[in-house]
């Protein structure tokens, strides 16, 4: 597969790996509402992103990202006038960290325009697979043209979605609007309802396709020059007797197949033209914001709610959770929570307070902006506002003396399993992942800070989690990892008993 090059592509493509593990420090002030459907984020998005994938590493269903596109203009809020290495150098760590976030059946979706977009897709095909690619949307955002732009005026941008493993990918297919609905008629009152017809022909070769049909009033039908029949005569004969063929007011036309809208509700499979009728465009999300924010505190390049409530109708369901690390004003996380999704969103700066939170405050309270009509929402949930804490580990690779027990655990299950742990440990043993089983001694789990005690593998505390591991797992019978200061088992007992012991700090490789 041929791979985009540029000039610091070998530092990029290991950036992430750089960033240090940083704790979050929850904001009570800015947090809102009873519950925590949403976790909101100020900080690098990089250093944010890093420091959620041991708690939230392939859980989320579906990632929706606007970053900035690279378009040579100075924004308010942010730089978007970065050199194109910068660029790539900017969004490449960033969508490697993403991808680890995915669910199996989950999707990420990433606005984009013509500066950086062909590049974006050589990039996405490398870090998500090419055959992961879905399809290239082009969203009408402007309905009207400016004859002062000196070649063409631009009226679209583009989403590329693609999927963590395109064969289990979600993908709902969106709800028929009245429009589409209002071509079923009933001309014969058919007691099965509204119908629609299509041609019985289709071009394609059917070795059964060719044989003469008399319709009612005893005129003679073919399928046209060079065309089939799309069933056999067996079919059409018992369709015929269902009643699902029409043959037009009289009896007399050429015969079309019924189909009844009852079976159509279902929904229908999206395009990858959206326009702005179907997906709201800026206008609409600039009066949206208005509504919202005062005149000097308008994000000036939000996307409209329609737009997000699109996606994350095909790509998600009810309770799923949703992650958008390039938040802006805070659209994203706003439309996720009226739609009764869980959500995490991250954004840099002060109008992560101003804007996102302030955004998502009134969301919780219930406010009547976007889709809330459309989806019913009067409020309720919350969120919690989190900023970066300190890192997990110094620049010498020692754990900061503030990490408590709950933190390092984290860590050093991520370490050990690339996966997230969903229930906090109350004692050393961590959990059991295949055939292994993972303790973390570090303190004073064990009520003991002393050398020789809680932070340290002795015969004593080896029992100890034993015991626990077997109440956990009684049949387990694969190797246990043990982190802890210091080992006073010899190196025959550990083998023996198939411990695998690895001492903190420096034998966690989540640190950096």
Same mark, same amino acid.
């Given at each position: 597969?041929?791979?985009?090059?540029?000039?610091?592509?070998?530092?990029?493509?290991?950036?992430?790996?750089?960033?240090?593990?940083?704790?979050?420090?929850?904001?009570?002030?800015? &947090?809102?509402?009873?519950?925590?459907?949403?976790?909101?984020?100020? %900080?690098?998005?990089?250093?944010?992103?890093?420091?959620?994938?041991?708690?939230?590493?392939?859980?989320?269903?579906? #990632?929706?990202?606007?970053?900035?596109?690279?378009?040579?203009?100075?924004?308010?809020?942010?730089?978007?006038?970065?050199?194109?290495?910068?660029?790539?150098?900017? +969004?490449?760590?960033?969508?490697?960290?993403?991808?680890? =976030?995915?669910?199996?059946?989950?999707?990420?979706?990433?606005?984009?325009?013509?500066?950086? $977009?062909?590049?974006?897709?050589?990039?996405?095909?490398?870090?998500?697979?090419?055959?992961?690619?879905?399809?290239?949307?082009?969203?009408?955002?402007?309905?009207? /043209?400016?004859?002062?732009?000196?070649? !063409?005026?631009?009226?679209?941008?583009?989403?590329?979605?693609?999927?963590?493993?395109?064969?289990?990918?979600?993908?709902?297919?969106?709800?028929?609007?009245?429009?589409?609905?209002?071509?079923?008629?009933?001309?014969?009152?058919?007691?099965?309802?509204?119908? +629609?017809?299509?041609?019985?022909?289709?071009?394609? =070769?059917?070795?059964? $396709?060719?044989?003469?049909?008399?319709?009612?009033?005893?005129?003679?039908? &073919?399928?046209? @020059?060079?065309?089939?029949?799309?069933?056999?005569?067996?079919?059409?004969?018992?369709?015929?007797?269902?009643?699902?063929?029409?043959?037009?007011?009289?009896?007399?036309?050429?015969?079309?197949?019924?189909? !009844?809208?009852?079976?159509?509700?279902? %929904?229908?499979?999206?395009?990858?033209?959206?326009?702005?009728?179907?997906?709201?465009?800026?206008? @609409?999300?600039?009066?949206?914001?208005?509504?919202?924010?005062?005149?000097?505190?308008?994000?000036?390049?939000?996307?409209?709610?329609?737009?997000?409530?699109?996606?994350?109708?095909?790509?998600?369901?009810?309770?799923?959770?949703? *992650?958008?690390?390039?938040?802006?004003?805070?659209?994203?996380?706003?439309?996720?929570?009226?739609?009764?999704?869980?959500?995490? %969103?991250?954004?840099?700066?002060?109008?992560?307070?101003?804007?996102?939170?302030? /955004?998502?405050?009134?969301?919780?309270?219930?406010?009547?902006?976007? +889709?809330?009509?459309?989806?019913?929402?009067?409020?309720?949930?919350?969120?919690?506002?989190?900023?970066?804490?300190?890192?997990?580990?110094?620049?010498?690779?020692?754990?900061?003396?503030? #990490?408590? !027990?709950?933190?390092?655990?984290?860590?050093?299950?991520?370490?050990?399993?690339?996966?997230?742990?969903?229930?906090?440990?109350?004692?050393?043993?961590? $959990?059991?992942? $295949?055939?292994?089983?993972?303790?973390?001694?570090?303190?004073? +789990?064990?009520?003991?800070?002393?050398?020789?005690?809680?932070?340290?593998?002795?015969?004593?505390? *080896?029992?100890?989690?034993?015991?626990?591991?077997?109440?956990?797992?009684?049949?387990?019978?694969?190797?246990?990892?043990?982190?802890?200061?210091?080992?006073?088992? &010899?190196?025959?007992?550990?083998?023996? @008993? %198939?411990?695998? =012991?690895? @001492?903190?700090?420096?034998?966690?490789?989540?640190?950096?």
């Amino acid at each position: 597969m041929p791979l985009l090059h540029w000039l610091t592509r070998d530092e990029d493509l290991r950036a992430a790996d750089r960033v240090p593990y940083r704790l979050l420090d929850e904001v009570p002030d800015l &947090s809102a509402g009873e519950g925590d459907e949403g976790l909101l984020v100020q %900080g690098d998005n990089l250093e944010a992103l890093k420091a959620l994938l041991p708690f939230y590493a392939g859980r989320v269903k579906c #990632i929706y990202i606007d970053p900035p596109y690279n378009t040579r203009s100075a924004f308010e809020h942010y730089d978007d006038s970065l050199e194109h290495a910068k660029w790539l150098a900017m +969004i490449v760590p960033r969508l490697m960290l993403l991808r680890e =976030f995915l669910s199996e059946d989950g999707s990420i979706w990433v606005s984009i325009d013509d500066n950086e $977009g062909h590049y974006l897709k050589v990039v996405m095909d490398e870090i998500f697979g090419r055959r992961n690619f879905v399809d290239t949307v082009t969203w009408q955002m402007i309905y009207t /043209r400016k004859n002062s732009a000196r070649y !063409f005026t631009g009226q679209t941008e583009f989403i590329l979605p693609y999927a963590k493993n395109k064969d289990s990918m979600l993908f709902n297919m969106l709800p028929r609007s009245e429009e589409q609905n209002k071509n079923f008629k009933n001309p014969d009152n058919d007691p099965r309802g509204s119908w +629609i017809d299509s041609a019985m022909h289709a071009r394609n =070769f059917y070795s059964k $396709g060719s044989y003469e049909v008399i319709s009612p009033s005893g005129k003679k039908f &073919s399928p046209p @020059q060079g065309r089939y029949w799309s069933v056999s005569q067996e079919n059409f004969r018992r369709l015929d007797q269902e009643s699902r063929i029409w043959w037009g007011p009289h009896g007399s036309n050429a015969p079309r197949k019924k189909t !009844f809208l009852d079976e159509v509700k279902q %929904g229908v499979v999206p395009g990858n033209l959206w326009t702005h009728s179907d997906a709201g465009h800026n206008a @609409q999300a600039k009066d949206e914001a208005k509504r919202l924010f005062s005149e000097g505190e308008i994000f000036i390049t939000p996307k409209p709610e329609r737009l997000i409530q699109r996606i994350l109708h095909i790509a998600t369901n009810s309770g799923d959770l949703v *992650l958008d690390s390039f938040l802006g004003s805070g659209t994203t996380a706003a439309v996720a929570h009226k739609m009764g999704r869980r959500w995490i %969103g991250v954004e840099m700066g002060e109008h992560a307070r101003t804007h996102c939170a302030l /955004r998502l405050q009134k969301v919780v309270e219930g406010e009547q902006g976007g +889709i809330s009509k459309d989806v019913g929402w009067e409020g309720g949930g919350g969120f919690r506002f989190c900023a970066l804490g300190s890192a997990v580990f110094d620049e010498d690779g020692r754990i900061d003396s503030a #990490i408590l !027990f709950a933190d390092l655990a984290h860590h050093v299950w991520f370490s050990e399993t690339r996966q997230p742990m969903i229930v906090p440990p109350t004692g050393p043993l961590l $959990g059991v992942h $295949g055939e292994r089983a993972v303790a973390l001694l570090y303190n004073g +789990i064990l009520k003991d800070r002393s050398p020789g005690g809680g932070n340290v593998l002795t015969r004593a505390v *080896l029992k100890l989690i034993r015991d626990d591991l077997a109440a956990a797992e009684p049949d387990f019978e694969g190797d246990l990892v043990v982190y802890g200061a210091a080992c006073r088992l &010899s190196e025959a007992t550990l083998k023996e @008993q %198939g411990i695998q =012991f690895r @001492q903190t700090p420096y034998d966690i490789s989540a640190r950096t």
